[in-house]
């Protein structure tokens, strides 16, 4: 029996765990990611915290494992965007700047008043969004020349892992699109927008596609993590590309709905074109998925985890205490009406508030209006690319929420399968470790082997219709506002 090890760099944790080649687990570990927040709307990492954190995983997590011969690979799945300037013996310069600091906004705008949203979409498959690393890297340039000048490479946080395990620099096509100046098309960095931005395309390492060897484990990291000398260290992803890989995703008639502190919308397609009903939105990327020849469309919809718990604290209303009947009287929330100020924290209003309404009835009209809030973006999706879902998968924290998620199955009119499994992107990362030492022969195998132990939820057809009125009384206000002004169309400066 082979052993696979995943490796999950989160926004707020640091994840490793064994897998057996089914996707058994053998051994877990777990530890916080600190995130530093030095000046307001700053936020980084510390590369070596993050270093030794996942090290202390490793040593902990492999101390149970008796026959470690049995580890064939191991792969990381990280959050995008975060990078570090590093010298040319890979020592870090400066902090890992997160995909949420805010330090480059006069950057952002100098790309938003000097190029149409559409070509920089038609080159990156990214919308113009704040968290994209060039911002950072034009930040970097800007606010410490110096630093900037001695740098030998811009790389990613899961880079700088592969490196301190290999002693190799390569990055992922996954982890090279969010950057915002790798093109999507020819999969190779864009000497066009890096000219744009007056940077080289010499500062970025070499890249290849998921599931390729970057190198293997280096003598003294075998002593330092216990990891096997010469273990393969195979290129893995995107975090939400690892969740993909561990749900088989390889056509555009599954989606996910990725629900936690941020919701999104995830599929998988064979181009990296977007239909006009969500380029338009601002709010959607395409980029290479780990399956060769296949993209990831990942839709960013916002902080509806962490407006949930802000409406529960403030009314002292439990989710789980919500009523599932439709009222009319309910008034509607819409999540983003857009802040000019700040782009990285959309504002929301609601519509029909009255005074007789009580606490729970505002809990009640965020759960249902976010729900609508999804199903409107999944109609968007399902039109523009002419599919019908085959599936619909409800993924992270809040899909544990059992009231909320069959709210959502009523609303949406659709069955969801929720799968009990924890940390989907660290079993993706280990599948990825699987093809790239060759457990799997092929992702179709890799899909076939390991199987998820689900469980679905089906709408209640009563309320289901009845969601049904509301949810168009929903879209004709939407409408009527201007849904547009509700996503990342306002203007950035």
Not at 157 to 171: H, M, N, Q, R
Not at 281 to 297: I, S
Not at 302 to 307: A, D, F, L, S
Request: net charge negative; hydrophobic share 40%.
């Amino acid at each position: 029996m082979a052993y696979l090890v995943g490796i999950d760099l989160g926004s707020s944790s640091l994840k490793v765990a064994v897998f057996q080649e089914d996707g058994a687990v053998i051994a877990r570990q777990s530890a916080v990611n600190i995130l530093h927040t030095p000046r307001p709307g700053w936020s980084e990492y510390d590369p070596q915290e993050v270093w030794e954190g996942i090290v202390r995983c490793l040593r902990t997590c492999l101390a149970s494992i008796e026959d470690r011969s049995a580890i064939r690979g191991v792969s990381i799945s990280s959050m995008g965007e975060v990078g570090i300037p590093i010298t040319r013996s890979g020592e870090p310069l400066f902090p890992a700047i997160s995909w949420m600091d805010q330090r480059a906004l006069p950057q952002l705008n100098w790309w938003a008043a000097n190029f149409d949203r559409s070509y920089l979409f038609s080159i990156s498959g990214m919308p113009l969004d704040p968290m994209y690393s060039i911002h950072k890297i034009m930040w970097l340039r800007d606010q410490q020349p110096e630093i900037y000048a001695s740098m030998y490479k811009w790389i990613c946080l899961p880079d700088y892992i592969v490196f301190k395990l290999t002693g190799e620099l390569i990055s992922s096509y996954s982890h090279a699109s969010r950057t915002m100046v790798f093109d999507v098309h020819t999969k190779a960095w864009s000497s066009e927008l890096c000219e744009e931005a007056g940077i080289s395309t010499d500062i970025f390492p070499k890249v290849t596609n998921s599931g390729v060897i970057a190198g293997e484990i280096l003598p003294d990291i075998a002593t330092l993590t216990g990891l096997p000398v010469g273990t393969p260290v195979v290129l893995g992803a995107h975090d939400h590309a690892c969740v993909a890989v561990a749900l088989g995703l390889t056509q555009a008639d599954e989606v996910v709905d990725s629900t936690g502190t941020g919701e999104g919308l995830a599929a998988v397609t064979a181009s990296p074109h977007l239909p006009a009903s969500l380029a338009d939105t601002n709010r959607y990327a395409c980029y290479p998925h780990c399956v060769p020849e296949k993209y990831l469309v990942l839709g960013h919809l916002g902080v509806i985890g962490q407006t949930l718990t802000w409406i529960s604290n403030v009314t002292g209303q439990r989710l789980e205490e919500y009523s599932q009947v439709p009222e009319a009287k309910r008034p509607f929330y819409f999540p983003f009406l857009g802040n000019p100020e700040d782009p990285m924290h959309d504002v929301g209003a609601w519509m029909g508030i009255t005074p007789s309404l009580s606490g729970a009835d505002l809990v009640s009209s965020l759960m249902e209006s976010v729900c609508f809030w999804f199903r409107y973006n999944l109609e968007r999706y399902t039109s523009g690319y002419g599919v019908i879902p085959r599936r619909i998968w409800l993924t992270g924290g809040l899909s544990q929420c059992e009231v909320l998620s069959r709210l959502k199955a009523d609303v949406l009119n659709a069955t969801l399968t929720i799968p009990h499994y924890p940390d989907l992107a660290v079993l993706g990362a280990a599948m990825i470790a699987g093809i790239g030492a060759g457990v799997y022969a092929s992702w179709d195998e890799a899909f076939a082997r390991v199987r998820l132990p689900c469980k679905q939820i089906a709408p209640n057809e009563a309320r289901a219709s009845l969601y049904d009125t509301q949810y168009l009384r929903y879209v004709h206000i939407a409408e009527t506002l201007g849904m547009k002004l509700t996503m990342r169309d306002s203007s950035l400066t």
